[in-house]
């Protein structure tokens, strides 16, 4: 569930909300800060297995070769990106 979305049992405010996503992304390559980790309880918890020095960002400008599991926060309303680390 995303935030600004409530009780969405349906999941459709979740996927329209990825498209604004990508499309602040458009305008603001580092809008979305994201970083592997090993689980989002650990992520939310900043634990030591989150690799804050491999910060990619989750948009247009992310590179094709990027893999793994990333997390990311996003706020409630635009903008929704919560710009670099």
């Known amino acids: 569930m995303q935030p600004g979305c409530g009780l969405d049992f349906s999941g459709l ?6 498209y604004n996503y990508y499309i602040e992304s458009l305008t603001n390559k580092k809008a979305f800060p994201a970083v592997p980790c090993s689980s989002w309880d650990d992520y939310m918890n900043d634990k030591e297995s989150c690799e804050i020095e491999n910060v990619v960002y ?10 793994g599991v990333y997390y990311l926060k996003t706020n409630k309303h635009p903008p929704f990106g919560l710009g670099e680390v």
């Open 13 to 18: 405010c979740s996927h329209r909300r990825g």
């Open 58 to 67: 989750m948009g247009e400008g992310l590179l094709t070769s990027t893999r």
